[in-house]
């Protein structure tokens, strides 16, 4: 199902975006929020 699979990737990218958020300093956040 598309949309259970695109709420699966959403989900792994918030994972992803608050534990680099944690990790990289506040320039390398902006940058992937840029993205």
Known sequence: ???S???EHH????????VSR?????VQFSR???L
Do not use: N, V
């Open 1 to 3: 199902d598309f949309k």
């Open 5 to 7: 699979q695109k709420f």
């Open 11 to 18: 989900f792994s990218y918030s994972i992803a975006l608050s």
């Open 22 to 26: 944690r990790k990289a300093k506040p």
């Open 32 to 34: 992937i929020h840029l």
